[in-house]
T-cell receptor, first 109, second 111 residues
């Protein structure tokens, strides 16, 4: 059972570069989420999706974009990376239970 | 205040029981979850409870829900050093799509 798979696990970006964090799930869940986790700050919701073709902003969406063309995939796009986006990013999907990927540790220098 | 609140730190001795507490504000919460996060790892779903239940037991884990006081607890029996981690409480609400987390409780188990 793959569950929720995130790639890459680690990435270093230079200021102003862009990248896409990939997330895919094989549980046919409608709900998918992107969170960022900063030390001592818990998890903050960036974007979420309730199904293919539908996305909505969370608590901290600025500097990010998402798309949901299929039920399985929910990529997160960072445009013009900034040091404030240095964080650990988690993707999750939810039916009744909510499962998380292993995270992407991103450093912007 | 925060939607979901947890105490930040708990220290216990190996073999004792641990009780991690969580309070939430919205009475329409439908599912409440407990996650475990070890250093450098993702969030592992430990257990969850539906809002029409008072208690759920799963091996060493017992979840108690007091809807009147909007209080959720996770009891870990016979706590082991491998239980040392950060524990997150989370909720979903009726009619809402989002999953809201507390800031996490760091559990330290000493030998």
């Amino acid at each position: 059972n793959a569950g929720v798979t995130q790639t890459p696990k680690f990435r270093i970006l230079k200021i102003g570069q862009s990248m896409t964090l990939q997330c895919t799930q094989d549980m046919n869940h409608n709900y998918m989420y992107w969170y960022r986790q900063d030390p001592g700050m818990g998890l903050k919701l960036i974007y979420y999706s309730v199904g293919a073709g539908i996305t909505d902003k969370g608590e901290v969406p600025n500097g990010y974009n998402v798309s949901r063309s299929t039920t399985e995939d929910f990529p997160l796009r960072l445009e013009l990376a900034a040091p404030s986006q240095t964080s650990v990013y988690f993707c999750a999907s939810k039916g009744t239970e909510a499962f998380f990927g292993q995270g992407t540790r991103l450093t912007v220098v | 205040g925060e939607d979901v609140e947890q105490s930040l730190f708990l220290s216990v001795r190996e073999g004792d029981s641990s009780v991690i507490n969580c309070t939430y504000t919205d009475s329409s919460s439908t599912y409440l979850y407990w996650y475990k996060q070890e250093p450098g790892a993702g969030l592992q779903l430990l257990t969850y409870i539906f809002s029409n239940m008072d208690m759920k037991q799963d091996q060493r884990l017992t979840v108690l829900l007091n809807k009147k006081d909007k209080h959720l607890s996770l009891r870990i029996a016979d706590t082991q050093t491998g239980d040392s981690a950060i524990y997150f409480c989370a909720e979903t609400r009726s009619g809402y799509s989002t999953l809201t987390f507390g800031k996490g409780t760091m559990l330290l188990v000493s030998p």
